[in-house]
Structure formats: structure tokens, C-alpha cells
């Protein structure tokens, strides 16, 4: 029952009990719901009958498939296993009040439509609440619900260039250049999983109706993960600016070229600085008075900078980092994602997930980084076929054949209820 405490079963993870219905698509609310997925979480996705979740047509690559007949979006893939997908036009009555049937046994709502669309479809958190006083639903949107820019576009390069981090992000007098993956998205996914937490945590410790609403935007998220930088202006008054691979508060804290690649050091702390010499067979530079302390060397980054410079350029990666493993000083070469996921380290900690799908064979993920002794994450679930679940969904749910039957002549649900599958036909238009 919705609000009241339960004792999670362990082998099923520490939401298990918990049902989330997701009416988000592309990258930030998915990567959420995704990870209430692997702690244990019953997800129900909702999506666009015939073009469901926009990312299903980002490809390639894709798994399975072939030019004429694309596979599995590997895009779509990488955030929404562990979910059970139901096509609903939510644009329709009929689909509205299927959805409303929905959130009433639903402990939590997700969704990342513009800021006003659920509710001028009677879907917002009070219409829903009225049935559901337990109900924690979590709108995640480009710039929040209120404030001058709620009601504009966003987009993950945007947000990074608006919140600061292109600003910072790229080589010293360079262009401005965004973060590999969409960390505006990932950011503000974690946010909301860590919000909604909070909420069902809030929710068991409390008493009456002890439902609420969440509001998480991109933009405050890139702001809120400025962190340091940010004080570093607050204190300074001036805006920090690119500097590569180097660190404004550490050196060094940076990559090196090497005769034949790069090395990353992380001199985090005085601690490392004579090993580093040590390794380096730079004694001249453990004597001298400008480099004794990181504040001294942070004042003379500079002259430290062309020394350390000029002693990688002599060295191969390979002989650099042995000679500073050998030192205990915390180096890296810099990986491509071959070299990453065939880590020992990262096998060891599961972070290569397999999955058997039906149409696209075996499929690959990094796992989930969230390791518990008692109720482990599980990937129960392949990343769900477009309505492969619309018809066991709405059964669950009290609807019967002549119900269903209802919802296809009303447009809610597809003319096959849902149960082909297909996901060759997904728009990727109206994306945030």
C-alpha cells in the first residue's frame, strides 16, 4: 500500500516494493528512473504509441540490426533497463485517465515534459495527489518551474555553456568545448534519483500524507555542480578560465605529454611531492625553496610547469608510469573506452553488464557503481521492446480484454495493444 512502511526483501534490492511510473524520455529523466530500476524499483515507462522514447531512433550504433533494419539504439540501451515499457497516448482522454489509473497505485511519477504540459493534461502533482496523497512526483525540466527562463528550450550543450562548465572546459586560450557525455542530464538525472530518495525516505519516516512534489532543473544542477570553481570566484571575485587538464588550488594536478602519449598526475597533496621527485629523478626540484609546499608551487605553477614538461617529453608513457607506481604516486595514462572496460579492476566490480534481448541478442552497459552488502542492484530486465508490456501492464491493473479493446478504438493504446514491439519507428524530435 502506497505510504506505508515495508521491510525491502534483500535479493530484490532496497526498492523493491517501490513502483515508479516514468513519463520521461531521452537522457536525464531515464538515467534516473533507470537507477531506481537497478535498486530494486518496479518501473513502468511510458511512451508515444509508434515513436515511443525519442533516443530509440539515435543510431547507429545499435545492437543487432543491420542498414535496412536498425537494431537496438545503443543510446536508448544505456539508460532504461530494468523497466517494463507501456505505449499511451497521453494526448488523448482515454489515455489520460489510464495514466491516472496508473499514478493512483504509483509511489512515484517521474517526468521530463516542458514545464505546464502534464498539467494542462490534468496530469500535474495536484490533480494527482487527489487520489494519491503518498504520491512523490518529480518534474525534472531545462530551467525549473518558476523564474523567467521556465518556459524556454534546453539542451545538454546549452546548459553546459550557460552554467559555467564550457566556460572552464577546454585548453588554455582555446575554444570552449563541452564535456564528452551529457553531464548537464546525468547531473540533474542524479539529482532527482537522490531527491526522490530523500522524499520516500521522508515519506516512511513520517505521518498522514507525506506525499510531495520535486522540482530539479538542468540549469540548477550545472550551477550547484560548479562547487569549488564557484567559490573560487565567490572568494576571489575573478571567474576561473580554461586551463586544460590543470587544476586552479593543485600542481601538479595535470597531464604531461610523453614521448609517445600522455600521463596524468595527481599530486593531491605535499605527501606526494618527494615521491614524484623521486620517480622523476628530480632531486633539483625537491631542493628548491619555490616548489617546498603546494601553495609555493600553486605561486609558481609556471617555472614548475616547464621543469615537469621538459622531464615527461624524455620518457615514454610506459616508463613513466612504472616508475611512478613504483613511487606510490597516483598516475594514469589516458584510456579509450576499450581500454576502460576491459579493467580488471572494473570487472571485478561488475561494471560490464550483459543482457539477453530478444531482438537484438546479447547487449552491453557498464553496470551500476552502487554496491550494497544486503540488497545488491540487479539488472532483471533488458532495456524494454517499444509497448512490450502495454497489455500485461493494463491486466495488472484491473483492465480487461474488453477494456483494452476500448483503448485501442479511443486511440490511447496501439491497434495491437502494444504487444509487436517495434521500436524501428522512434522520432527524435521534442527532445530536452
Known amino acids: 500500500m ?14 523493491s516494493g517501490v513502483t515508479v ?16 530500476g537497478d535498486l530494486g524499483a518496479e518501473v513502468i515507462k511510458i511512451e ?35 523497466k517494463r515499457s507501456v505505449e499511451l497516448n497521453l494526448s488523448t482522454e482515454a489515455g489520460q485517465a489510464v495514466f491516472r489509473d496508473l499514478a493512483r497505485e504509483a509511489d512515484v511519477v517521474v517526468e ?28 525534472i525540466s531545462g530551467y525549473g518551474e518558476w523564474g523567467p527562463d521556465r518556459d524556454k528550450p534546453a539542451y545538454d550543450i546549452m546548459m553546459q555553456a550557460r552554467g559555467g562548465l564550457m566556460s572552464i572546459t577546454g585548453v588554455e ?12 542530464d546525468i547531473g540533474a538525472g542524479m539529482y532527482a534519483t537522490q531527491a526522490i530518495l530523500a522524499a520516500l525516505l521522508d515519506r516512511e519516516l513520517g505521518e498522514g500524507e507525506a506525499g510531495q512534489k520535486i522540482d530539479v532543473s538542468l540549469l540548477d ?26 587544476h586552479p588550488n593543485i600542481v601538479p594536478y595535470r597531464a604531461f605529454e610523453t614521448a609517445d602519449g600522455y600521463v596524468v598526475v595527481a599530486c593531491s597533496s605535499d605527501t606526494f611531492w618527494p615521491p614524484l621527485c623521486a620517480a622523476l629523478d628530480r632531486p633539483d626540484l625537491l631542493a628548491d625553496d619555490r616548489f617546498e609546499t603546494n601553495a609555493k608551487r600553486v605561486q609558481h605553477r609556471e617555472a614548475l610547469d616547464a621543469e615537469l614538461e621538459a622531464t615527461f617529453a624524455e620518457l615514454t608513457t610506459e616508463t613513466a608510469l612504472d616508475a611512478l607506481a613504483e613511487h606510490d604516486v597516483p598516475a594514469s595514462h589516458v584510456r579509450d573506452m576499450a581500454e576502460v572496460f576491459a579493467d580488471p579492476q572494473l570487472a571485478a566490480r561488475g ?82
Not at 2 to 10: D, F, I
Not at 61 to 68: A, K, L, N, T, V
Not at 127 to 138: A, F, K, Q, T
Not at 389 to 416: K, M, S
Open 2 to 15: 502506497v505510504g506505508e512502511a515495508r521491510t525491502p526483501s534483500g535479493s530484490d534490492g532496497p526498492l
Open 48 to 82: 508515444r504509441p509508434g515513436e515511443g522514447d525519442q533516443t530509440r531512433g539515435w543510431h547507429p550504433p545499435s545492437f543487432g540490426g543491420d542498414e535496412d533494419e536498425p537494431g537496438e539504439s545503443a543510446y536508448y540501451a544505456s539508460v532504461n533497463r530494468n
Open 112 to 139: 521530463n515534459f516542458r514545464v505546464g504540459t502534464m498539467d494542462g493534461w490534468d496530469l500535474g502533482y495536484e490533480d494527482l495527489r487527489e487520489d494519491n496523497p503518498g504520491l512523490i512526483y518529480c518534474g
Open 351 to 432: 561494471m560490464r553488464v550483459e543482457m539477453d534481448h530478444p531482438t537484438a541478442g546479447t547487449v552491453e552497459m557498464p553496470g551500476s557503481p552502487m554496491h550494497f552488502s544486503r540488497s545488491p542492484t540487479t539488472y532483471r530486465r533488458h532495456p524494454p521492446l517499444l509497448g512490450e508490456h502495454t497489455t500485461a501492464v493494463l491486466r495488472e491493473h484491473g483492465y480487461g480484454d474488453g477494456d483494452i479493446d476500448r483503448l485501442r478504438e479511443a486511440g490511447a493504446i496501439p491497434a495491437d495493444g502494444g504487444t509487436n514491439g517495434s521500436a524501428a519507428n522512434a522520432s527524435a524530435t521534442d527532445a530536452e
Open 221 to 246: 544542477g550545472q550551477a550547484a555542480w560548479m562547487s569549488y570553481m564557484a567559490t573560487n570566484y565567490f572568494a576571489s571575485g575573478e571567474s576561473p578560465r580554461r586551463m586544460g587538464s590543470k
Open 21 to 36: 511510473l516514468d513519463a520521461s524520455r531521452v537522457l536525464v529523466g531515464p538515467f534516473c528512473t533507470m537507477q531506481l
Open 173 to 184: 586560450g582555446g575554444a570552449p568545448v563541452r564535456v564528452g557525455v551529457a553531464l548537464a
